[in-house]
C-alpha cells in the first residue's frame, strides 16, 4: 500500500479523533460551578463522548465515491445560466431568418418563446419557476436597460423638445391615470341589478389600477422602435416620455395604494401628494447627478490603473438606483441623471480601451436583460393564477386606446403654439400609437397586496391582456403604418468637422440674438451653463490639461481616433501606413514601441541662409491669412448706436463723386483763357460782327438815326459770365442754407486779383478766368467727352 493511499484511508479516523478532543477541551473549560449546578449538563455531556466513542468503534470503511450528484448544490446559478443562455440562442436564431425581423418584431418572438416554455414545463409536471419575481426585474433585469439608455442619451435633441417630452410625461400621464381610473369605475358601477366582482371595486383601486396602465414602457419602445428606424424627434419624444413618467407612476401608485387602505382621501392629502411628486423626480435627478459627479471625479485618479476603470462606471450608477429606491425616490431619473453627468467627464479621463468595454458591456447586458424580460413574461403568463373578466379586459383595452389619443391631440395643439417646428398630424399618430406597454406594469400589479386588492387577479390579467395587444398588435403594425404614411425615417448619417463648425456657430449666433433683443431663451441659459462648466466644473473633474481643450477639437479627436480604428479593422493601415490621420491616434490601439535611436547629425535643425529666411518670411506674410483683431465681447447694455450707421452707404457715395469732381475741375482748368481783349482787338470785332452785322459799321448812317453800341462780349456787359462770381455766389447760398443736397463746386483756391499785364503770369491768367469770347474746344470734342457733372 502506498503512503498516499494509508493516509487517505485513515482521514475519516483522525477526523473524529480531532473531534473528541475538541468536545474534551470544551468540557475541561467549563467552570467547576456550572457543573455542580447542572448535574443534567453534565450526565448529557458523558452520553455524548460514549454516543462518539460507540460510533468511532462501529465505523466500518465505504468505498470512495468517483462520481456523485449534487444538484440542489448548483441549482439556482444553473439555472441563471440556463436561462441566460436560452435567452441568447433565440435572439441569435431570431436574426438568423432573413426576412423574419421585417415582418414579427423580436419582442413578440421572445414572448412566444416564453409561453412555449412555460407550457412545456407545465405539462412535464413541474411547477413553472417564479421566474418574472418583482425584486428580480426592479433590481437586476431593470437598471442595465437604463443605464443603457441614459449613458448614451442624445443630449442635444433631448434638452431641445425636453418642454414637449415632460408634458407627455407629466400632465399625459396624469390625464391617462385618472381618464382611465374614473371611466373604468363608473363601468363597473352600471347594471347594479345584475350584481357582479364589479360592484365591489372602489374608486381608489380603480384609480390605482389606471396609474399602473398609464405609462409607457421604456423597454417596449426601445424593443419595437429601435427595429423601425424612425427619425430622431419621434423617438426621442416617446422614449424620453416613457424615461420621466416614471416619477409620475411612483407617486400615484404610492398614494393610490396607501389611500385605498385608509378609505378617506382629504385636501391635504392632495396638496401633499403634489409635493411628494417634485421631490420623488427633482430628488432622483439630484441622487443621479452627485452619483454621477462622484464618479467623474473618481476617473480623474485612475490613469495608472485602467483596468478598473468601467468598475467604477457600473458601481457608482447601481449605487444611486439603489439609494433613490431606498428613499422611494425615482430610480429611473437617478439612473438617466447619473449616466447622462457622468459620461462627457469620464471619457474625457478613461482610455480607449476602457470606453470600448462599458460600451459593449452596457449593449451586452442591456440586450441580455431585455430579451429575458420578454421570456419571462411569457413564462408568467402561463404560470399566473387568472380571473378573466371580458367586460373589465375590453374596457381597459379601449379605455387606454381612447385616452392616449385624445391626450396627445390635445396636448399636440397647446405645444404647437410654443414650438417652431410643429408636430404634424403624422407625427401626432406615431405618437399616440407608439404609446406600449411592458414589463413594469406587470410588476407593479404583481406588488399589490392581496389583503387589501381581492381582485389582483382580475387585475394581472387585465395588464397581460393589455401589454399582449399593444406590443402583438400595435408593435407589429406601427411599422407598416410608417412606410404607408411615409413618416420620415432616421439617416444614419456621419457627423463631420464641418457640421460641428457651423452648429456651434448656429448657437452662439442665436445667443447673441437673444442677449441682444432681451430675451432669454433656453440658448441664453445654455450659454451661461456651458461657460460654468468650462470655468469651475471641468477644472475639478477632468484630469491633466484636457480641461482646457476646446471642444471642436476634442471632437476632431474622436473623429481621428474613430477613423485610425476603421482602418487598422480593414487592415488598410497595414499596406498604407501614411493614410492614417497621425501617429498619435494609435497609441491605444497598438502597442507602443521605443522609437530608434536618432543619429546626431540628424538631431541638429538645418540651418537656413538669412536671404532663404527671408523669402519663407515673404511667402508667409503673403499668402498666411490675417487674423482677425479681437473684438470686446458686446453687450446690449454696453451697445452704442452710431447715428450715421443708417446712412454710411450714401455717404461713402457722395465722397467719391466729390473726389472725381475734383478732378474734372481741375482738368477743365486747362481751358481758362486771358481777360477779354480790348474793343478795336480783331476778336471783339470778329463776335460783334458774328451777333449784330449792322450794328458792326464805324461810320454813322445819320444824324437822324440813333447808333446803339453794346460791347457783348466785354467783362462790364450784363451777358458776360464770369467763372469766378458763379463760383463765390454758390458759395454763399450753401453758406445761408440753401442747399438743397446736390453737389456743389468749388471756388479755385486763390481768388483773382487784377494786377497789370506785366506783372502777372500768362499760366497764372489761364487758370483763373474764362471768358465766354474764346471758343474752347471744338463741339465735335465736346460730344465726344465725357459730361462735365455725372
Same mark, same amino acid.
Given at each position: 500500500?502506498s ?22 477541551l ?6 467547576l ?9 453534565s450526565?448529557?455531556?458523558e ?20 462520481l456523485?450528484f449534487e444538484?440542489?448544490?448548483?441549482q ?15 435572439k ?15 419582442s413578440c ?28 426585474f ?6 442595465p ?43 363597473c ?14 374608486l ?8 399602473i396602465?398609464?405609462a409607457?414602457?421604456?423597454v ?6 429601435e427595429e423601425?428606424?424612425?427619425?430622431e424627434?419621434?423617438?426621442i419624444l ?33 396638496v401633499?401628494?403634489?409635493i ?10 439630484l441622487v443621479?447627478?452627485?452619483y ?15 483596468v ?13 438606483y ?21 459620461r462627457?467627464?469620464?471619457e ?13 458591456f452596457?449593449?451586452m447586458?442591456?440586450?441580455v ?38 391626450g396627445?391631440v390635445g396636448l ?12 404634424t398630424?403624422?407625427?401626432?399618430f ?5 404609446g406600449?406597454?411592458?414589463?413594469? %406594469? ?36 406601427i ?25 456651434q ?6 445667443t ?54 476603421q ?17 498619435v491616434?494609435?497609441?491605444n ?8 535611436? %536618432?543619429?546626431?547629425?540628424e ?29 470686446r465681447s ?15 452707404g ?17 482738368n ?7 481777360p ?24 454813322a448812317?445819320?444824324?437822324s ?10 467783362p462790364?456787359?450784363?451777358?458776360s ?6 463760383f ?8 445761408e442754407?440753401?442747399d ?5 463746386m ?5 481768388p483773382?486779383?487784377?494786377h ?9 491768367r489761364?487758370?483763373?478766368l ?21
Amino acid at each position: 500500500m502506498s503512503p498516499g493511499r494509508g493516509s487517505g484511508s485513515n482521514s475519516p479516523g483522525r477526523g473524529l479523533l480531532v473531534l473528541v478532543l475538541l468536545v474534551l477541551l470544551e468540557f475541561s473549560v467549563l467552570p467547576l460551578g456550572a457543573a455542580s449546578s447542572h448535574p443534567d449538563v453534565s450526565h448529557q455531556d458523558e452520553v455524548v463522548v460514549h454516543a462518539v466513542a460507540e460510533e468511532k468503534h462501529n465505523f466500518t470503511k465505504k468505498a470512495f465515491p468517483v462520481l456523485s450528484f449534487e444538484y440542489k448544490h448548483i441549482q439556482i446559478p444553473f439555472e441563471i445560466s440556463l436561462w441566460v443562455l436560452l435567452a441568447s440562442l433565440m435572439k441569435l436564431g431570431f436574426h438568423l431568418v432573413p426576412r423574419l425581423p421585417g415582418i414579427v418584431p423580436e419582442s413578440c418572438l421572445l414572448i412566444l418563446v416564453g409561453l412555449l416554455v412555460g407550457g412545456l414545463i407545465k405539462l412535464a409536471g413541474q411547477k413553472v419557476p417564479p421566474v418574472l419575481d418583482t425584486n428580480l426585474f426592479f433590481f437586476c433585469l431593470l437598471p442595465p436597460i437604463i443605464l443603457d439608455a441614459g449613458y448614451f442619451l442624445p443630449i442635444r435633441p433631448f434638452m431641445e423638445n425636453l418642454g414637449t417630452i415632460l408634458m407627455f410625461a407629466v400632465v399625459g400621464t396624469l390625464w391617462n391615470a385618472f381618464f382611465i381610473g374614473g371611466l373604468l369605475y363608473a363601468v363597473c358601477q352600471i347594471q347594479p341589478n345584475n350584481p357582479s366582482d364589479l360592484h365591489s371595486l372602489e374608486l381608489l383601486p380603480c384609480l390605482l389600477f389606471g396609474s399602473i396602465v398609464s405609462a409607457v414602457d421604456p423597454v417596449a419602445v426601445l424593443a419595437v422602435f429601435e427595429e423601425i428606424h424612425i427619425n430622431e424627434l419621434l423617438h426621442i419624444l416617446v422614449f424620453g416620455e416613457s424615461l420621466l413618467n416614471d416619477a409620475v407612476t411612483v407617486v400615484l401608485y404610492h398614494l393610490f395604494e396607501e389611500y385605498s387602505g385608509v378609505g378617506t382621501v382629504t385636501v391635504m392629502d392632495g396638496v401633499l401628494g403634489v409635493i411628494s411628486f417634485f421631490v420623488v423626480a427633482l430628488g432622483g435627478v439630484l441622487v443621479g447627478a452627485i452619483y454621477g459627479i462622484l464618479a467623474a471625479f473618481t476617473s480623474r485618479f485612475t490613469w495608472h490603473t485602467r483596468v478598473i476603470e468601467p468598475l467604477f462606471v457600473f458601481v457608482y450608477s447601481y449605487m444611486a438606483y439603489l439609494s433613490a429606491e431606498m428613499f422611494h425616490l425615482s430610480g429611473i431619473m437617478a439612473l438617466i441623471a447619473c449616466g447622462a453627468v457622468m459620461r462627457p467627464y469620464v471619457e474625457a479621463n478613461i482610455s480607449h480601451k476602457s470606453h470600448t468595454t462599458i460600451k459593449y458591456f452596457l449593449k451586452m447586458w442591456s440586450s441580455v436583460s431585455e430579451t429575458l424580460i420578454f421570456i419571462f413574461l411569457g413564462v408568467a403568463t402561463v404560470d399566473g393564477q387568472h380571473n378573466w373578466n371580458w367586460t373589465f379586459v375590453t374596457v381597459t383595452v379601449v379605455l387606454c386606446l381612447v385616452a392616449r389619443v385624445i391626450g396627445v391631440v390635445g396636448l399636440t395643439y397647446v405645444i404647437n403654439k410654443f414650438r417652431i417646428v410643429k408636430l404634424t398630424t403624422k407625427d401626432q399618430f406615431i405618437v399616440a400609437y407608439g404609446g406600449l406597454r411592458g414589463a413594469i %406594469a406587470f410588476s407593479l400589479g404583481f406588488l399589490l397586496d392581496k389583503d387589501l386588492f381581492p381582485l389582483r387577479n382580475m387585475f394581472l390579467t387585465a395588464i397581460i391582456i393589455l401589454i399582449f395587444f399593444t406590443v402583438f398588435v400595435q408593435g407589429m403594425t406601427i411599422k407598416p403604418l410608417v412606410d404607408l404614411l411615409a413618416v420620415k425615417k432616421k439617416q444614419e448619417a456621419k457627423r463631420s468637422i464641418n457640421e460641428e463648425i457651423h452648429t456651434q456657430f448656429l448657437d452662439h449666433l442665436l445667443t447673441g440674438i437673444e442677449d441682444i433683443c432681451g430675451h432669454y431663451g433656453h440658448h441664453h441659459w445654455k450659454d451661461k451653463l456651458n461657460r460654468f462648466n468650462k470655468k469651475y466644473v471641468k477644472k475639478c473633474l477632468i484630469a491633466g490639461e484636457r480641461y482646457k481643450e476646446p471642444q471642436l477639437i476634442a471632437f476632431y479627436h474622436k473623429l481621428e481616433m474613430k477613423h485610425a480604428i476603421q482602418l487598422v479593422e480593414s487592415g488598410v493601415a497595414v499596406n498604407l501606413p501614411s493614410a492614417m490621420p497621425s501617429t498619435v491616434s494609435m497609441q491605444n490601439i497598438q502597442p507602443k514601441r521605443p522609437p530608434p535611436p %536618432a543619429k546626431l547629425e540628424e538631431r541638429a535643425l538645418p540651418q537656413l541662409s538669412k536671404s532663404r529666411e527671408e523669402e519663407i518670411r515673404k511667402i508667409l506674410r503673403s499668402n498666411l491669412q490675417k487674423t482677425r483683431q479681437r473684438l470686446r465681447s458686446y453687450n446690449r447694455h454696453t451697445l452704442l448706436v452710431d447715428p450715421d450707421d443708417d446712412h454710411i452707404g450714401e455717404f461713402l457715395l457722395k465722397k467719391q463723386k466729390m473726389v472725381v469732381l475734383d478732378k474734372k475741375i481741375q482738368n477743365i482748368n486747362n481751358y481758362l483763357t486771358v481777360p477779354a481783349a480790348p474793343p478795336d482787338s480783331p476778336t471783339m470785332c470778329r463776335a460783334r460782327l458774328a451777333s449784330d452785322p449792322q450794328a458792326y459799321n464805324t461810320k454813322a448812317a445819320g444824324d437822324s438815326v440813333p447808333t446803339i453800341h453794346v460791347d457783348l462780349a466785354s467783362p462790364q456787359s450784363p451777358d458776360s459770365i464770369n467763372l469766378l462770381d458763379e463760383f463765390q455766389r454758390s458759395g454763399q447760398a450753401a453758406e445761408e442754407g440753401n442747399d438743397d443736397g446736390g453737389l456743389m463746386m468749388k471756388a479755385p483756391a486763390k481768388p483773382y486779383d487784377q494786377h497789370s499785364e506785366g506783372e502777372m503770369d500768362t499760366t497764372n491768367r489761364e487758370k483763373l478766368l474764362r471768358c465766354l469770347s474764346d471758343p474752347g474746344p471744338h463741339a465735335e470734342d465736346e460730344d465726344e467727352d465725357e459730361s462735365f457733372l455725372p
